[in-house]
């Protein structure tokens, strides 16, 4: 089947696309988006997470056939135009908070999407909000700075605005 | 394989009828691991996004229609109130963004004695219901006749969940889930529990310990006549030790868990009298404060 939806703010087309696949299979095979990492496939490490709708997901868990028409983000669209690093990715550099990377790609939509919701998490909501992301490698303290990190850059853009 | 995607309700039950074997998808949090593991090759896949209506929830004040696609994210932010013990089990389901699709249809479609909504909605009492839709009509089945075995619920071939109808909480509830982390969990077992002092009765809903979830008759039993005889409704007196063994006690009595992977029957049975006890005598010490504060 055809599947057709928008990913990253561009229009995109997929064309035999098997019914039972998922959209990272989708998003990393077919229309050249490999961020979204493939670890798991049962949703529960986190690394395929995608925007569907706003919404963060398991790209893993949701059939192509479900994006027809709708809006997908990844990883990917969390950059610029021109390549530069967003507010999120670039505190995960600074913070040193990528090892092997796998988990990253997940591990930064999470992230985009709770600083959204709330830009300044207290510990235990950063825990919570990532718990649905496995890091194999780093251990999680240097994943916690970056996200605070994070925090404290979006909330001193927000008191320059 | 097929791809169905119908744009309404009625082309769904249509769909449904024309493809009895067609496996709905929702949230596809159980449906596509086991696509993506080539556990199930259904002939066709009933995709259930589009109808907005099943991720509507409405309240009359006495009873919550839970729309069966409505996800356990806006269980815990909207439904907290009338919901208490479905909202606190909607909680341990997975990760965020598996409570971002994950809904209580796809729990009871899958009918796995794991599902975390199960003992929540046992607990709140006889009242709960499921909508089965079919082509042929609406049919209100009692959660109680539900659950018919290991991952088999009471749906005709050409049935689909269209909501749930559930009492709003009269009084505390309670859930708890044993697992080797905060997140991510399948429960080892799990225990749902509620006071209900409009009717005079209590709910209990047993997880991961039966091939079904099912609830422990003896133990509301033995409670709503000790709660009743000594008018402990009433006074919100403490209820003593040994009641709360005892409803612990029978708790345990009403499993008939197995070994496997995640834990021994034998720990499953310890867990369960535990989790009754601790569930209890919270929500009891949550009746007694709004007795007193009501005095």
Not at chain 1, 64 to 71: D, K, N, S, T
Not at chain 2, 49 to 64: P, Y
Not at chain 2, 93 to 105: E, T
């Amino acid at each position: 089947m055809r599947v057709t939806f928008s990913a990253n703010g561009k229009p995109v087309e997929a064309d035999d696309v098997w019914e039972g696949e998922s959209l990272l299979y989708v998003l990393r095979e077919r229309v050249g988006l490999p961020g979204s990492k493939n670890a798991c496939e049962q949703g529960e490490c986190g690394s395929c997470t995608v925007y569907l709708d706003g919404v963060p997901v398991c790209s893993c868990l949701v059939a192509a056939g479900q994006v027809q028409g709708r809006e997908v983000r990844t990883v990917e669209g969390l950059a610029g135009e021109d390549g530069e690093l967003g507010l999120v990715q670039q505190a995960f550099v600074d913070a040193g908070a990528v090892q092997c990377g796998f988990c990253t790609p997940g591990l930064l939509v999470q992230t985009d999407a709770l600083l959204a919701a709330d830009p300044q998490p207290s510990d235990t909501d950063i825990r919570e909000a990532l718990s649905g992301n496995l890091c194999r490698c780093t251990g999680y303290e240097k994943i916690m700075d970056a996200v605070r990190l994070a925090s404290a850059r979006t909330c001193a853009r927000g008191a320059e605005k | 394989m097929e791809f169905l995607r119908p744009a309404t309700w009625d082309e769904a039950l249509a769909a449904k009828a024309e493809h009895p074997t067609a496996l709905p998808i929702s949230g596809g949090t159980d449906v596509m691991v086991e696509m993506n593991f080539d556990v199930h090759r259904p002939s066709a896949i009933l995709d259930l996004n589009r109808i907005t209506e099943l991720t509507e929830w409405s309240s009359d004040g006495d009873v919550v229609r839970l729309g069966a696609a409505v996800p356990y994210a806006r269980i815990i932010e909207e439904l907290s109130g009338p919901l208490p013990g479905l909202a606190l089990a909607a909680h341990t389901v997975g990760s965020p963004q598996i409570r971002n699709r994950g809904s209580v249809g796809g729990n009871l479609g899958a009918a796995s004695p794991a599902g975390d909504s199960h003992p929540a909605l046992l607990a709140a009492g006889r009242g709960v219901s499921v909508e089965a839709h079919s082509v042929r009509g609406v049919r209100l089945v009692p959660i109680d006749e539900f659950y018919v075995g290991v991952k088999r619920n009471s749906l005709e071939p050409d049935e689909l969940i269209g909501a749930v109808r559930i009492p709003v909480a009269d009084g505390p509830q309670q859930f708890s889930k044993i697992g080797t982390r905060n997140a991510m969990v399948i429960a080892v077992c799990a225990f749902g529990f509620a006071l209900h002092p409009k009717d005079g009765t209590v709910g209990t809903g047993i997880g991961s310990a039966a091939p079904t979830p099912r609830r422990a008759v003896e133990a509301e039993e033995y409670l709503r006549g000790v709660l009743a005889e000594r008018g402990l409704w009433e006074s919100g007196e403490l209820l003593g030790p040994e009641v709360v063994q005892r409803f612990g006690e029978l708790v345990k009595a009403a499993a008939s868990p197995i070994d496997d992977v995640r834990g021994t029957a034998d720990y499953r049975r310890h867990a369960l009298a535990v989790m009754a006890r601790r569930t209890l005598t919270w929500c009891w010490n949550d009746y007694r404060k709004q007795i007193r504060s009501a005095a």
